[in-house]
């Protein structure tokens, strides 16, 4: 039957409209993605913003210290309304005083104490009653003063000494002299170097950041040209013949652990055969990890990333890692490997909206409490001094029904593309397997904060001196930070200990045993090299 016109102009219309609608439909769709793009931006710009010019704490608070600005730290630290430290125990203190006073004075122990007696004029030591001179009494405490005396340099001469006989003398062909021989050799041959000099120049360059141009400086301010060259080729001669079998050493006690740790961060390397200056290399950092046994720290260079480097590394090792999100750690030979939930929630902190830290309704708020609840059983288990059987034990009861909370939510979650919730997701996602792998022994960690609290120092460091010329003062570098964290680790005397270790001159023909005498851990390296001696020892010393 023929439509009428009518009908088929309706009908028209609906086509009309319905074709209007979806495409009002895709408009929708589009503001949507668009929006959803802005947004993303905007939190990127946000992050970005938050890294360069932000605290790069992850603590969720609106309360900030805020940034102290170098030139203006004095006036911002400095409170007239806090007492001074009295560290000393003071004769004549009451019985109160003089222990809190004791108590302060281990913090300076090992210090020495010169005293000076301020004294009576003739006048004074005239009794005023009756005129009869005074006699001694003894001394009463006036004010203790900190005096910092600057370093002073000096040449050590070593001489032969040298006899000869008066009878044979007269003859030459029986004519004898006879010379002292060294009792030792000279740190490097022909040159002005002394154990003390060359760890001072360590000390300063791979614990306080200081670099060697400005070091030069401060030495001429002594009178002695030393250049940044001539300073280099000494840490490089002394790390090459003494420290790397110490190196060696502990890097064969580091493969008998079970718990390991490891990370990694970017080296600026100019000189390396085939590869642009620009190129980044790498300096690895691998640790014991929380067991029972000395703390162990080293630093290893090499020209890339790559996955062998660290199985070179870690051939013979079997046990457990823990690693940030590299990949390159996946399924090495005989390792066990754990991730790290620090980084997950960094991950999710960085995703949170400016303003939005308290937000509940925010998923990555949500994914941080996740995490805090997880942070919170550690805390708790090492607050109470949990053994790894007990660890193991409350991990297993407390545990499992969070992570379980967490995979679902997380399951659930549809972050915008491109937005750092979806990078959080994602990250956490790609590295589930490995995230409850620490509930499989109570000795394993539960984050990588010890690994990159060691590695911080040289990336703080990095930023003084910026780049390595060659690869091989790269191997060095690695190994001088290597002996500076493992004294840090032993609670020694950064300075000390690397003196001692040049003084002794530990060599690659020693076996582990005479090697051990000189690891931070032994009884004697400890009473030489500690920070807390006895005064008798310092001063000896």
Known sequence: MAQSASELQNRELRDTIKVLNGTIEDLRKLLKESAEREEALKQQIEYFTKKLFGTSSEKRTHESDGQLSFFDEVEQEADPGIPEPEYLDVPGASPKTRRARSQKADMIRGIRIKEVIEPLSAEEKICSVCGTEMKPGGTKYLYDELIYEPAKVYILRHMAETVYCPRCKTDSEKNNIVSASPSRKALIPHSWAS???????????????????????????????????????????????????????????LLKRRFLMADETRIQVLKEPGREPETDSFMWLFRSGEDDGPPLILYGYTETRARFNAEVFLKGFEGYLMTDGYQGYNNLPGIRRTNCWAHVRRYFVDAIPKGKELDYSQPAVQGVLFCDKLFWYERYARDHHFTAKQRYEYRLEKVPPVL?????????????????????VNYVQNRRPYLATYLEDGRCSFSNNLSENAIRPFTVGRKNWLFSDTPKGAAASATVYTMVEMAKAHDLNIHKYLEYLLENRPTSAMTDEQLEQFAPWNEIVKAVCGNNQDKNLEMQY
């Not at 120049?201 to 040209?225: C, F, H, I, S, T």
């Not at 379980?404 to 959080?424: H, I, V, Y």
Request: glycine share 2%.
């Open 404 to 424: 379980e909370a967490f995979w679902a939510w997380l399951d659930n979650q549809c972050p915008t593309k491109g937005s750092r919730m979806e990078k959080a």
């Open 195 to 253: 154990p003390s000099t060359v760890a001072h120049m360590m000390y300063e360059k791979y614990a306080n950041a200081v670099p060697l141009y400005r070091q030069e400086k401060d030495w001429l301010q002594y009178g002695v040209p030393l250049t940044r060259a001539v300073m280099a080729n000494w840490i490089k001669r002394c790390s090459e013949d003494y420290f790397t079998p110490m190196y060696e050493f502990f890097h064969r006690r």
